[in-house]
């Protein structure tokens, strides 16, 4: 499982002109989040339980010693399959890497529900969309998290 993490002090997500999703409140992160063909529900935990508590977030002295729980601050995560692109020939991207949209969904609603049940307020996209995401990058702070280089 693979996210691009970015501290955002706006973010929205629109599908078919319509805004379907805001960071709430703000500050908060925006995630963009793919799934892996390997991918199970404890990488969705993993992947939870790291975003909730990543010290991302300035503290009163101005250190990033706070994370998005500790500021009382919202996740916007979005699907984002295009997170598993193999580049290595030409230069059309191949997406085999990422997890079939059957497999993939369930476990981005996953991430989702164990980032609410760590006590930060998700919302989220559209799985499948074509999707229009905006974001105010606050920093700017962006963060790769990959749980395929925290097992060993």
């Given at each position: 499982m693979?996210?691009?993490?970015?501290?955002?002090?706006?973010?929205?997500?629109?599908?078919?002109?319509?805004?379907?999703?805001?960071?709430?409140?703000?500050?908060?992160?925006?995630v963009l989040l793919g799934v892996g063909p390997a991918d199970e529900v404890e990488h969705a935990r993993l992947m939870a339980d790291k975003i909730a508590g990543l010290r991302i977030f300035a503290d009163?002295?101005?250190?990033?010693?706070?994370s998005v729980r500790d500021i009382g601050g919202g996740a916007l995560v979005i699907s984002q399959f295009t997170l598993f692109a193999d580049v290595?020939?030409?230069r059309r991207p191949g997406f085999t890497g990422a997890a079939p949209p059957e497999r993939a969904a369930p476990l981005v609603e996953?991430?989702?529900?164990?980032?609410?049940?760590?006590?930060?307020?998700?919302?989220?996209?559209?799985?499948?969309?074509?999707?229009?995401?905006?974001?105010?990058?606050?920093?700017?702070?962006?963060?790769?998290?990959?749980?395929a280089l925290w097992q060993g």
């Open positions: 693979r996210a691009l993490l970015q501290r955002a002090s706006q973010g929205r997500v629109w599908v078919d002109g319509a805004v379907i999703g805001e960071l709430a409140p703000a500050p908060g992160l925006v009163a002295e101005g250190k990033t010693n706070r290595r020939r030409g996953s991430v989702m529900e164990e980032l609410r049940a760590l006590g930060v307020p998700v919302r989220g996209g559209r799985f499948g969309a074509h999707m229009r995401v905006e974001l105010v990058n606050d920093g700017p702070v962006t963060i790769w998290l990959d749980t």
